[in-house]
């Protein structure tokens, strides 16, 4: 059983910062990519970042240069680092890792809320 625990979440005003972490447990096979989605109430859940196990990374054009992606490989976590944070970026957002086999895991959720 794989479990992926995230944690970070919370409320912050526009323009302040947040960091989510996911750690991932259990019989996980090797992984290949670690990332973060977000799905907005009303949308459809889409990528925010995702990161390589060689070292790639990918962002989402609305949070190129605001969002950071980062993983340990020895201690199978990922973070992403917020910054700058608009309203638009309100969401719960969720941790994936996909294995080499490939398969697919993803944690429970974290709601992020950007408001004055």
């Known amino acids: 059983q794989v479990q992926l625990v995230e944690s970070g979440g919370g409320v912050v005003q526009p323009g302040g910062s947040l960091r989510l972490s996911c750690a991932a447990s259990?019989?996980?096979?090797?992984?290949?990519?670690m990332g973060w989605y977000r799905q907005a109430s009303g949308k459809q859940r889409e990528l925010v970042a995702r990161m390589y196990s060689g070292g790639t990374r990918q962002y989402a054009d609305s949070v190129q240069g605001r969002f950071t992606i980062s993983r340990d490989n020895a201690k199978n976590t990922v973070a992403l680092q917020m910054n700058s944070l608009k309203p638009e970026d309100t969401a719960v957002y969720y941790c994936?890792?996909?294995?080499?086999?490939?398969?697919?895991?993803w944690g429970q959720g974290t709601q992020v809320t950007v408001s004055a």
């Open positions: 259990g019989s996980i096979p090797s992984i290949y990519i």
């Open positions: 994936n890792v996909v294995s080499y086999s490939p398969q697919n895991y």
